[in-house]
């Protein structure tokens, strides 16, 4: 019978956590998404981007035939308001695009706004833990870090900065005119481009809500017109929201430097009462973090039999509190059913974004609490689940709250089965502690990046970011795509669910680099003593890799805008709408991409030259999709020597130290 098809657990994952516990859920009659994925095929028309459902009169789905692909009939396809296969496989991905910002973005707001709370004194649980880094983004936003004190200049008080820094930060989601601040910190070449096709986002909000509008029924009929919203929508998430995310995240929690951690379902305890925080908003789980570090809640965990607690992360929240606090992550996206299925969960703590609906049934089986937390994400059924509503005014009191619950449960754990298999990994590679540890000297620069990029021992730089999907083989098609990228000497830079994959498979270790890196990543790593992939934290902080890209060119030596640079981003597993919008951004600041799980065009052929080809004479980068991760690679490799050559470094160098009249002398050739 169809209905009892299964996975099988070998061909679905390549970890072995994931392998075992998948087989007793299996063993034990619960479904989780692995056995749904071979029972639930995908639409052809839809994966194709070519079904419109933007008024009642359709469902409109306009299949490419076989004689359309290989031109033997015209392509005369039309909705009912004749709508082309274009229109509608562009108004698609652009939805995409604005929900994936739109989420990025929003979860952006929500930091602001604690952020600004955190300044009027209204939030007391938080505080400002890097004030230089404070000081840092004040001058994005154009706030003073000093005044003036008679006729000298004096350190302006912290909180003052806070408060201006705050109102102007809000300000930037409702902005309705100009553009916004921080396309600034991009490269004056990469800013004319999008000055030059208009593709300058005013404010966040405004750009989502025009892409609803253009994508009305009967609104935006020109593909061209709608990716350029898309393009622009795309600009204000990642060097808006995102990036706004990223820093005053880091202003409150700390900026990441190098830490340790571990990873996978093995973290999780038998005698400690397990929590899992899951999700994206690292404003509920600092403070869960901090609750089970208070003698009040050690005592309360003796008092239930436990020893104690583990917090362990699940998706980006894990990625948050693991660069931040060395705290555990439990597994990635595609491994929270498998974690309650371990029956050794007390309480699954969401906030917003990746939660399964399923979590709730799943939780059902088991003692395990389902507790959402966000007036925004609640869940519907099942009958361990519950909503614990998060304040941010009352921050600490509602952590503990989450606490104590967890906590009394730990007596109603049945069978208990956790894999042993966990990865101990070095994280925590933001931008800063890049500059620092590549280094190595007084001042951190990343001029002796550039100069082994120069030199040929880097070849170039790779973000490979992005989801686990249930549709393509768990963790194995990040893995083949980096292990071939390290193997020919570029290094890559990975967060979100790719992050995890790498930190599972033991890629971020120091010692990683020996085994898999080529001669010349090698050599570096091993030098400054860092792994050939660097984990630079979540999905949100892919706004990192931006800004990493734009201190390389403002090194020197590599080019004058960023699609000058050696470098490429890859979203090998991805398919979250998030994911969308970082590659549209990627694309847009002049990063080629490449998916190895196709977006929803490929019904439209004009629409694929446009993304495929033609944004490289608008943007300078495109789209690309392969779903064989060594050819991938491959492609990958051709566009960063394509770019070598282009910068006249393509012939590996002997090591040559560099002062800037030589950089210069190369961005001239
Ligand atoms: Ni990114 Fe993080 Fe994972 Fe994908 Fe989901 S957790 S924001 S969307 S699935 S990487
Ligand atoms: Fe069909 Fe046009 Fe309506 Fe889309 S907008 S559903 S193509 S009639």
Redesign the pocket.
């Known amino acids: 019978m169809a209905d009892d098809k299964k996975a099988v657990p070998e061909d679905v994952s390549s970890d072995i956590a994931t392998i075992k516990m998948l087989r007793i859920a299996q063993e034990r009659g619960q479904e989780t998404i692995f056995d749904r994925a071979v029972k639930m095929k995908q639409c052809n028309i839809g994966t194709e981007g070519i079904c419109c459902k933007v008024c009642s009169q359709g469902p409109c789905r306009l299949p490419l035939t076989k004689g359309i692909k290989d031109g033997t009939e015209p392509d005369n396809r039309k909705g009912l308001c004749g709508a082309t296969p274009e229109t509608i496989a562009a108004r698609n991905l652009v939805r995409q695009i604005a929900a994936g910002c739109a989420a990025h973005s929003d979860h952006g707001r929500g930091v602001v706004e604690t952020f600004r709370a955190m300044a009027y004194g209204e939030a007391k649980d938080y505080t400002i833990k890097d004030e230089l880094k404070l000081r840092e983004v004040a001058g994005y936003f154009g706030v003073a870090t000093t005044v003036k004190d008679g006729d000298k200049e004096k350190v302006r008080d912290k909180w003052d900065i806070a408060r201006e820094v705050a109102d102007i930060a809000l300000g930037q989601w409702g902005q309705q005119q100009g553009e916004m601040l921080y396309l600034s910190r991009a490269p004056k070449p990469t800013q004319d481009r999008w000055e030059k096709h208009g593709v300058k986002p005013r404010g966040i909000d405004r750009e989502v809500v025009e892409i609803m509008h253009r994508t009305h029924m009967g609104v935006d009929q020109d593909y061209r017109n709608l990716l350029k919203q898309g393009a622009r929508c795309s600009l204000g998430n990642g060097w808006g929201g995102s990036m706004m995310a990223t820093d005053l995240q880091d202003v409150m929690f700390g900026t990441p430097y190098p830490n340790t951690g571990e990873i996978n379902l093995g973290v999780l305890s038998h005698t400690k009462v397990n929590i899992i925080v899951h999700g ?1 908003d690292p404003l509920l789980s600092e403070m869960i973090v901090a609750a089970v570090h208070t003698p009040d809640m050690i005592e309360y965990a003796k008092a239930q039999g436990a020893e104690g607690y583990v917090v362990a992360g699940m ?2 929240t894990a990625n948050e509190i693991l660069v931040r606090h060395g705290m555990p992550i439990a597994g ?2 595609l491994q929270q059913e498998l974690a309650v299925v371990t029956g050794a969960v007390e309480a699954m703590v969401v906030d917003i ?2 939660i399964m609906e399923n979590l709730a049934n799943i939780s059902s089986c088991y003692h395990t609490k389902f507790i959402t937390t966000m007036p925004i994400a609640k869940c519907a059924s099942g009958k361990n689940t519950m909503h614990v509503e998060f304040e941010e005014h009352h921050a600490m009191d509602k952590a503990k709250e989450i606490v104590k619950i967890a906590a009394d449960n730990f007596k109603n754990r049945k069978e208990v089965q956790i894999p042993t298999e966990k990865t101990k990994m070095v994280v925590g590679f933001s931008t800063e502690a890049i500059k620092y540890h590549l280094g190595g000297t007084f001042r951190g620069s990343f001029v002796p990046l550039n100069d082994n990029i120069i030199n040929g021992r880097i070849r170039g730089i790779c973000g490979v970011v ?3 999907n249930a549709r393509v083989e768990h963790d194995e098609v990040h893995l083949a795509l980096i292990k071939e990228l390290i193997k020919h000497d570029v290094i890559v830079l990975t967060t ?3 992050a995890m994959a790498c930190g599972k498979a033991g890629l971020l270790t120091p010692e990683s680099a020996a085994v898999y890196a080529g001669a010349g990543l090698a050599e570096v790593c091993e030098t400054v003593g860092i792994p050939p992939v660097l984990h630079m934290g ?3 902080d892919n706004s990192r890799i931006l800004t990493a890209a734009a201190e390389v060119i403002k090194a020197g030596g590599l080019g004058k805008e960023l699609a000058d640079l050696p470098a490429a981003g890859a979203a090998p597993g ?3 709408e ?2 969308v919008g970082i590659g549209q951004y990627f694309v847009t600041s002049g990063v080629y991409v490449m998916l190895g799980v196709p977006l929803s065009i490929y019904g439209a052929p004009k629409l694929v030259d446009l993304l495929e080809k033609e944004m490289e004479e608008l943007y300078g980068a495109t789209w690309a999709y392969d779903p064989d991760p060594i050819s991938a690679a491959h492609k990958i490799i051709a566009h960063i020597d394509k770019k070598r050559a282009a910068l006249g470094i393509n012939q590996a160098r002997e090591r040559v130290l560099m002062d800037m009249a030589d950089r210069q002398k190369i961005e001239a050739a």
């Open positions: 994206h998706c980006c990635d996206y974004q990746c992005g989801c686990n979100g669910c790719s979540a999905c949100v991805w398919m979250s998030k994911a």
